[in-house]
């Protein structure tokens, strides 16, 4: 490991042990359970949903930044994380009332843990449920602000290789080693090394994950809700990503069509986990959405 990539992955480790350590949990309704929220920053309220499989450490990147200028409740979405299962079974046959179901939880969390409307950034199943939200709830949410966004109808092309799957015989090497290589496929642009943070991290989503949201990808669930929705919109993928290929200018159209003074943009050496693998760009971008989100992007 080179010396910058061995920065990076000091850095990006003592970010998410400081994190941790930091992050105030609350817990709201899910069912006869509870969703997990983490706490960081003050200011404006911004609500932030992971991606299908995953947990608030999706945005261990961008929360460092965000913070600094707004409170962010930053979610475990139910079924996934420290959350327990939603009340109603999530239908893979009909994902539009499935994902209502979800978008009614999360809004009666935000209900009761901010005082008024919200922004809301959303990653994959996380901008969804988020756009759902939004278009149901609409003196709710100030702004949406979405992440490798998906389910609007537009088939894509499929993963380029096999993913591979873990047994209970495996070692937690063996099974850091499946996820590096699964990263590759679904996340990033390149496989991880197992040992790496990023390796890591999808192996603590994915064993925490009980919720399975993956036909999201194939369905219109977003694309249903972008007619509805009032507020302002804004989006960003990884040109690299799989579930936007190949046909990625359509997406950007889709949403220029509904909203044409959003800030859309694609960001190059990117696979799905965008914000994590462009922190650079991306954080500072959606920082620059969420403090003037009313801006003429186009």
């Known amino acids: 490991m080179g010396d910058a990539a061995g920065e990076h992955q000091a850095a990006m480790r003592e970010t998410y042990r400081r994190l941790a350590n930091t992050g105030k949990v ?19 309220t911004v609500a932030v949903l992971h991606g ?27 079924g996934l994380g420290d959350s327990d299962m939603p009340p ?68 894509w092309g499929g993963l380029a290789g096999r993913l591979r799957g873990m047994r209970d015989d495996m070692t937690r090497e063996e099974r850091l080693g499946a996820q590096g290589h699964n990263l590759g496929l679904i996340m990033l642009s390149q496989p991880a090394a197992a040992d790496s ?14 919720l399975r949201t993956h036909p999201l990808a194939d369905s219109n669930v977003l694309g249903e809700s972008l007619p509805r929705i009032q507020c302002p919109v804004h989006s960003i993928w990884g040109e690299l990503d799989p579930y936007a290929q190949p046909e990625l200018d359509k997406r950007v159209a889709l949403f220029r069509q509904h909203f044409p003074r959003a800030d859309l943009q694609t960001l190059s050496g990117a696979g799905h986990w965008v914000m ?14 969420l403090q003037n989100p009313e801006a003429n992007f186009c």
């Open 88 to 155: 109603k079974h999530f239908d893979h046959d009909d994902l539009l009332s499935s994902v209502r179901d979800l978008a009614d939880i999360v809004i009666a969390g935000i209900r009761a843990l901010a005082d008024g409307p919200v922004h809301v950034v959303g990653f994959s199943a996380g901008s969804i449920t988020g756009a759902q939200m939004t278009a149901a709830y609409p003196d709710e949410v100030l702004s949406l602000h979405l992440a490798g966004a998906s389910g609007l109808g537009i088939p």
């Open 276 to 289: 994590y693998e462009r922190a650079d760009v991306y954080t500072d971008a959606v920082l620059r959405q």
């Open 197 to 210: 943070i990023e390796a890591e991290l999808q192996l603590d989503n994915a064993e925490r994950a009980r």
């Open 26 to 44: 609350h817990w709201t309704p899910c069912g006869d359970g509870r969703m997990a929220w983490r706490e960081w920053g003050a200011g404006p």
């Open 52 to 78: 299908g499989s995953g947990s608030w450490r999706h945005w261990i990147a961008n929360i460092p930044t965000w913070q600094q200028h707004f409170r962010l409740l930053v979610a475990d979405l139910p």
